[in-house]
Nanobody, 126 residues
Framework: QVQLVESGGGLGQAGGSLRLSCAAPERIFSRYVLGWFRQAPGQEREFVAAINWNGGRTYYADSVKGRITIAKDNNKNTVYVQLSSLKPEDTAVYYC???????????????????WGQGTQVTVSS
């Protein structure tokens, strides 16, 4: 059973920033695309950001582009996402996921990912 463990969620204020972390087993961290998705109540799960196996390629959703950075720490087998200029509409459960793909288009698709974390709640107050 592969475990992806998210942390760093909580309550933030509009205009502030937060950092989410996802720790992965080394064999996943070094070989899989690692992505972040979020799901607000009553909404579908949506893509937020992803990074490829060697950290050389990043992907961002238009809804957060310019406010978000994704990065890998190879020493800790952890992927981070830093979200700034928080908005109330960023409120959601954020999930870390891992997958291997033949095409870049799959990076944006939740069902293409193989492994998922348990999710971490982010709530942004106005």
């Amino acid at each position: 059973q592969v475990q992806l463990v998210e942390s760093g969620g909580g309550l933030g204020q509009a205009g502030g920033s937060l950092r989410l972390s996802c720790a992965a087993p080394e064999r996943i961290f070094s070989r899989y695309v690692l992505g972040w998705f979020r799901q607000a109540p009553g909404q579908e799960r949506e893509f937020v950001a992803a990074i490829n196996w060697n950290g050389g390629r990043t992907y961002y959703a238009d809804s957060v582009k310019g406010r978000i950075t994704i990065a890998k720490d190879n020493n800790k087998n952890t992927v981070y996402v830093q979200l700034s200029s928080l908005k109330p509409e960023d409120t959601a459960v954020y999930y870390c996921a891992a997958g291997q793909f033949f095409s870049d288009s799959s990076v944006f698709t939740p069902h293409a990912y193989t492994y998922w974390g348990q999710g971490t709640q982010v709530t942004v107050s106005s």
